[in-house]
């Protein structure tokens, strides 16, 4: 079983290894188990959110796994976002005080002084956006967050701290998979030396969130392309002896994301880690490159980069 190494440098001292594991969706009383199992796997990297409720459950298996392996808890790069909240669906939106308090309330479901990356989750704030953002720089002051950064933010909303004088993003969490590549985006974090995290990575793949509530006709027509026979992603796992999972992550670290894959299958979690003992040749990654088909579909409202 191969352990990742290999990582991404978000500062001169912070470095993100580039596998991470995912647990959008893992229950909090399903976290503990599935993190430590990950760990052992040679997950170095995991990554959670406020709103995905299993905060607690994520700290537990982190802790348990630092004691069963003996490690220490500068060994783990530990993953959450803040919930920023979304008038336009009748929430609340953060303050910067609140913003404080969100982290403290995830430090101690987490049971950790301290996570190494937060993640300003989506640019729903409006005009709060830069007090959250102010907040963030102020968490990080006072230690309690190595790296800061945002998710599904796009090139305006990143110009807007610019432009504020204030500290740009180490990190920008994005959907980004041959079907959603965002060419110019990825350009724009990328010059200006924001480390790029890729998540829904196996969206191509007909298994994709096979969970109800989360099927729309997009996703649903996806499913439908992934399931072909002879998909190109079928057809490159049979090539280079790995699974088509493997394939799109690889993809991803081929292209210089960190990938964030999850998974409730022991043998998957093994799998899906294990990304650096093959690589994908320039054939293939230039027929990866003519399948863009634009904006993604992990978020069911809508582009979740577009001003709100």
Same mark, same amino acid.
């Given at each position: 079983? &191969?352990?990742?190494?290999?990582?991404?440098?978000? +500062?001169?001292?912070?470095?993100?290894?580039? =596998?991470?594991?995912?647990?959008?969706?893992?229950?909090? #009383?399903?976290?503990?188990?599935?993190?430590?199992?990950?760990?052992?796997?040679?997950? %170095?990297?995991? @990554?959670?959110?406020?709103?995905?409720?299993? #905060? &607690?459950?994520?700290?537990?298996?982190?802790?348990? *796994?630092?004691?069963?392996?003996?490690?220490?808890?500068? @060994? /783990?790069?530990?993953? +959450?976002?803040?919930?920023?909240?979304?008038?336009?669906?009748?929430?609340? !939106?953060?303050?910067?005080?609140?913003?404080?308090?969100?982290?403290?309330?995830?430090? *101690?479901?987490?049971?950790? @002084?301290? !996570?190494?990356?937060?993640?300003?989750?989506?640019?729903?704030?409006?005009?709060?956006?830069?007090?959250?953002?102010?907040?963030?720089?102020?968490? $990080? %002051?006072?230690?309690?967050?190595?790296?800061?950064?945002?998710?599904?933010?796009?090139?305006?909303? /990143?110009?807007?701290?610019?432009?504020?004088?204030?500290?740009?993003?180490?990190?920008?969490? /994005?959907?980004? &998979?041959?079907?959603?590549?965002?060419?110019?985006?990825?350009?724009?974090?990328?010059?200006?030396?924001?480390?790029?995290?890729?998540?829904?990575?196996?969206?191509?793949?007909?298994?994709? %969130?096979?969970?109800?509530?989360?099927?729309?006709?997009?996703?649903? $027509?996806?499913?439908?392309?992934?399931? =072909?026979?002879?998909?190109?992603?079928?057809?490159?796992?049979?090539?280079?002896? =790995?699974?088509?999972?493997?394939?799109?992550?690889?993809?991803?670290? $081929?292209?210089?994301?960190?990938?964030?894959?999850?998974?409730?299958?022991?043998?998957?979690?093994? $799998?899906?880690?294990?990304?650096?003992?093959? *690589?994908?040749?320039?054939?293939?990654?230039?027929?990866?490159?003519?399948?863009?088909?634009?904006?993604?579909? *992990?978020?069911?409202?809508?582009?979740?980069?577009?001003?709100?």
């Amino acid at each position: 079983m &191969h352990t990742p190494q290999q990582s991404i440098n978000l +500062t001169n001292d912070i470095k993100m290894p580039m =596998v991470g594991f995912g647990t959008y969706l893992i229950k909090d #009383e399903d976290a503990p188990s599935l993190v430590q199992q990950a760990i052992k796997s040679g997950y %170095r990297h995991i @990554d959670t959110a406020e709103a995905y409720g299993n #905060e &607690h459950g994520v700290g537990l298996g982190i802790k348990m *796994a630092i004691e069963a392996l003996g490690m220490a808890r500068e @060994d /783990i790069f530990v993953t +959450t976002k803040l919930y920023p909240g979304n008038a336009a669906w009748g929430q609340t !939106v953060k303050s910067y005080d609140i913003t404080i308090e969100s982290l403290n309330a995830s430090l *101690a479901r987490l049971q950790m @002084d301290y !996570v190494d990356l937060y993640l300003i989750h989506a640019p729903f704030a409006g005009s709060q956006r830069l007090e959250q953002w102010k907040a963030f720089v102020e968490l $990080q %002051r006072q230690g309690k967050v190595r790296a800061i950064g945002v998710s599904n933010f796009n090139e305006t909303h /990143i110009e807007e701290i610019k432009a504020a004088g204030l500290p740009i993003p180490n990190a920008n969490q /994005i959907e980004l &998979h041959p079907w959603s590549q965002k060419p110019e985006l990825v350009s724009y974090l990328k010059q200006n030396n924001i480390g790029i995290i890729a998540y829904s990575s196996l969206v191509p793949l007909a298994s994709w %969130r096979a969970v109800e509530g989360q099927a729309s006709a997009k996703t649903e $027509q996806m499913k439908a392309d992934g399931a =072909v026979v002879d998909s190109p992603f079928k057809t490159m796992a049979k090539k280079y002896g =790995v699974t088509e999972a493997q394939v799109l992550l690889r993809w991803g670290i $081929q292209k210089g994301y960190a990938v964030l894959p999850k998974s409730g299958n022991i043998e998957r979690i093994r $799998q899906n880690s294990d990304l650096f003992g093959f *690589a994908i040749d320039e054939v293939d990654m230039a027929t990866m490159a003519k399948m863009d088909r634009g904006d993604g579909v *992990a978020w069911r409202s809508g582009d979740p980069t577009r001003d709100v």
